[in-house]
């Protein structure tokens, strides 16, 4: 096996991510039109995206990513709109798009037109998710984008297995359509339930955070695998697991927690690189087997196929948002009022990834009775031109959208505020029971360690406060990023001083490595402080 192209994949996808941190454009549209640039040039791998692997291999791990750093209670409260696009817009831009193909497609089954409507349903909010973050949208917006990117996967999944089966000559029905679909999605929301208790108490009572880290990296790998070998969805399963695991991962170990967190955003930034690059490397692949499709018919059936997935995101998307709160009493009550600007940024940020060329990858080259699959070549060409399309119109004109409608900005000061208060009312539970372990004669601490405790409890219950206060004039920092930068700057010197005694041969390296963990994890501490 030559693992000389595969190292190539991620060191250069890898390089490109890096680079598009420097510039305003998404990181995904500039690896996305990486990928096209060097699909060409001779001597480059070939490059097949194969569904057998990014279905069962990459999918799982950049979902429990997501998931488990996604917020429980915030999804649950964004229920109903996350649900009606990861289940309800779905399936009808499973029919919208499959019926325009169908009538513009001449000689293309319907049955075949719907699955190139399932294949495309899905979008892959990633990118957008990424541009809310960065220019600052509301956080009921990111959540519903981000769970809506969670679960659609499935429903899509599902349309795709009921429509394939009516293609290939399976006889598929609408009950048995519906069937299957509650099979996928009750049996995959269950396959998760029972596996998140057990995975947690593993997490919980395995003491080594090595052999912690290494199932915290099976774990999506495994709820994934038992769901679909009971035939219900491993998408499900696994958002599931990631947001109970994610919930309660206060309860780990803290020396997991930091290893698990350095080592998944290694993953997921390895993964999200390598998948966006491999998209724009598969021009080749789709445009050697299109045929008689090619040129300006081709063409006008791409630009058709584009204009309905991006109107029908439309059309949902602002009946879903407003009528439910004009019918329902109660959810006028409960939810926030959507307004047209939320719903707009919604609307756009519809952009296709990864999942849609891999379930078209999928495609059976030919249906029962051996015939070929009825155009799957212009299917695969149809799904890659409506991927690079949506990355690059909506991914370009995203970030300048969400400022043209100018969100009102995130308050500072009274977040900044909720976290002071929150962090007084935890110091002062602190420093009760700091106080109540003192009384007792077995916690006996000579005065200057006691003092030091104490020292500690007031130093974090002044910090965030230090943070609304006056800035030094000269340095434009407040007293709280001042002291960070002193201990960091103290830390950078004991650790010097470390490794020149291990130069020096008075102590070992098992030593220094001792050492340097215990200065890390101060410094770490530091960190997530100015973060």
Same mark, same amino acid.
């Given at each position: ?76 409260? !964004? ?66 984008? !981000? ?134 490397? !598969?021009? %080749? ?39 439910? $709160? ?48 009825? !155009? ?71 005065? %200057? ?78 960190? $997530?402080?100015?973060?």
């Amino acid at each position: 096996m030559d693992v000389m192209p595969l190292l190539l994949l991620v060191a250069g996808s890898a390089a490109v991510a890096g680079a598009a941190r420097r510039t305003p454009l998404p990181a995904p549209l500039l690896l996305v039109a990486a990928g096209l640039v060097i699909s060409y040039i001779p001597g480059v791998p070939d490059y097949r995206l194969d569904p057998e692997v990014v279905l069962p291999l990459v999918l799982p791990p950049l979902l429990y990513t997501s998931a488990s750093d996604s917020s429980y209670l915030d999804l649950r409260a !964004q229920l109903r709109p996350v649900a009606l696009l990861s289940v309800g817009y779905v399936l009808f831009a499973t029919v919208v798009v499959g019926w325009a193909a169908y009538l513009v497609i001449p000689g293309m089954p319907l049955p075949a037109a719907l699955v190139l409507g399932a294949v495309v349903a899905p979008p892959d909010a990633v990118a957008a998710t990424a541009v809310a973050r960065r220019v600052g949208l509301p956080s009921r917006i990111t959540t519903i984008l !981000q769970g809506e990117s969670l679960l659609n996967d499935a429903t899509a999944i599902t349309a795709y297995k009921v429509a394939l089966a009516a293609a290939i000559g399976e006889g598929a029905t609408w009950a048995g359509g519906i069937e299957e679909f509650l099979i996928a999605s009750v049996g995959g929301v269950g396959v998760g339930l029972l596996l998140m208790a057990p995975l947690h108490w593993l997490r919980t009572h395995l003491r080594e955070p090595l052999l912690q880290n290494t199932l915290s990296l099976l774990i999506p790998f495994v709820a994934y695998a038992v769901a679909e070998q009971v035939h219900a969805s491993g998408v499900l399963a696994v958002v599931v697991v990631a947001l109970y695991l994610g919930h309660r991962a206060w309860e780990v170990d803290f020396a997991t927690r930091l290893q698990e967190d350095a080592v998944w955003k290694m993953v997921a930034f390895i993964l999200e690189s390598a998948v966006f690059a491999l998209i724009g490397l !598969q021009l %080749p692949v789709v445009l050697k087997g299109l045929g008689e499709y090619e040129g300006v018919t081709a063409a006008w059936y791409a630009v058709v196929v584009f204009v309905v997935v991006v109107l029908a995101r439309f059309v949902w998307v602002y009946p879903a948002a407003f009528l439910p $709160r004009l019918m329902s009493e109660r959810i006028r009550t409960r939810e926030d009022n959507p307004t047209w600007r939320g719903a707009m940024v919604t609307s756009w940020a519809g952009m296709r990834g990864v999942v849609s060329l891999a379930i078209a990858f999928s495609i059976p080259l030919t249906v029962h009775g051996g015939h070929a699959f009825p !155009q799957r070549n212009l299917i695969l060409f149809l799904t890659f031109t409506t991927v690079i399309g949506t990355l690059v119109l909506q991914g370009v004109t995203l970030p300048p959208l969400i400022r043209l409608l100018r969100f009102p900005s995130r308050d500072r000061q009274a977040e900044t505020l909720a976290e002071a208060n929150a962090q007084a009312q935890a110091s002062l539970a602190a420093e009760s029971r700091l106080e109540e372990l003192l009384s007792d004669e077995r916690n006996a601490l000579p005065p %200057p360690l006691a003092e030091r405790l104490r020292s500690v409890l007031e130093r974090r219950r002044n910090a965030v406060w230090e943070r609304l206060g006056q800035v030094n004039p000269v340095t434009g920092e407040s007293v709280d990023d001042t002291y960070r930068r002193l201990s960091r700057d103290m830390i950078s010197a004991e650790r010097a001083v470390f490794v020149r005694l291990r130069d020096h041969r008075y102590i070992d390296d098992e030593m220094l490595r001792a050492l340097l963990r215990r200065l890390d994890l101060e410094e770490a501490a530091a960190y $997530r402080e100015a973060a």
